[in-house]
């Protein structure tokens, strides 16, 4: 057994165990859509980890720009539209 384990059984029920780290990255295996698409069972958690983490940065970039496309957009219409789409981003 590795140390690691043996540390995780012995600090008690405030750690995760190695069925809810597997839990969790089956869960993340089914919404990421780079593994999605593949068809594969056969992933290691760290490779899951790594796309995760690819994934939250282009959500991250796409957030940025369409940001700043809203921002553009907001800036080239009147003071009423701009209110109109502002209030419907408060909804």
């Known amino acids: 057994m590795s ?3 043996s540390r995780s059984r012995q600090s008690g029920s405030s750690r995760i165990t190695d069925d809810q780290i ?3 990255v089956t869960k993340l295996q089914q919404i990421l859509p780079e593994i999605r698409e593949r068809r594969s069972d ?3 958690a760290a490779r899951v980890l790594q796309e995760t983490c690819n994934y939250i940065k282009s959500l991250h ?4 720009d ?4 809203l921002s553009e957009l907001l800036a080239t219409t009147d ?3 701009a209110a109109i789409i502002r209030n419907l981003f408060m909804q």
């Open 3 to 5: 140390s690691r384990r």
């Open 42 to 44: 056969k992933v290691s």
């Open 22 to 24: 597997h839990d969790l």
């Open 66 to 69: 369409l940001s700043e496309r």
């Open 61 to 64: 970039r796409e957030v940025d």
């Open 79 to 81: 003071m009423a539209q």
